[in-house]
C-alpha cells in the first residue's frame, strides 16, 4: 500500500524551529496537491498548511501564518513543513498526505512534534 513518510519532528523549546519532510518511495508527489494536517492530543485533526498541484501556490491556518511555510522540492520529491516561533500550542502529530483529486488519497504515520519549556 502506497504511504507518504513524515520525518522531522522533535522536541523543541518556545521560539525554536524544525523542519518536517514529507516523502514517497512508490509516489510521485509531483503534481499532486499536498497537505499537512495535524491533531494534538485530544483534540479533532486540523489542517496547517496546502500546496496545490498545478502552480504549487500555498493556504495556511490562520494559526501558523507567518510562522510556517510549505515548500516542495521536485528533485527529491520532497514536500517540506519549515516551522518557526513554535510556540506550545503547536505540539501535536504532525501527518501529510497527498491527493490526486479533490479527497487525500495517501497520509503518512505521522511524526511527534513538541514544544516545551
Known amino acids: 500500500q502506497l504511504h507518504l513518510v513524515e520525518s522531522g519532528g522533535g522536541f523543541v523549546q518556545p521560539g525554536e524551529s524544525l523542519r518536517l519532510s514529507c516523502t514517497a518511495s512508490e509516489l510521485n508527489l509531483n503534481g499532486l496537491a499536498i497537505g499537512w494536517f495535524r491533531q494534538a492530543l485530544g483534540k479533532e485533526r486540523e489542517g496547517v498548511s496546502c500546496i496545490a498541484s498545478y502552480d504549487d501556490s500555498t493556504n495556511y491556518a490562520d494559526s501558523v501564518k507567518g510562522r510556517f511555510t510549505i515548500s516542495r522540492d521536485s528533485a527529491k520529491n520532497t514536500v517540506y513543513l519549515q516551522m518557526n516561533s513554535l510556540k506550545p500550542e503547536d505540539t501535536a502529530v504532525y501527518y501529510c498526505?497527498?491527493?490526486?483529486?479533490?479527497?487525500?488519497?495517501?497520509w503518512g504515520q505521522g511524526t511527534q512534534v513538541t514544544v516545551s519549556s
Open positions: 498526505a497527498a491527493a490526486r483529486g479533490s479527497l487525500y488519497d495517501y
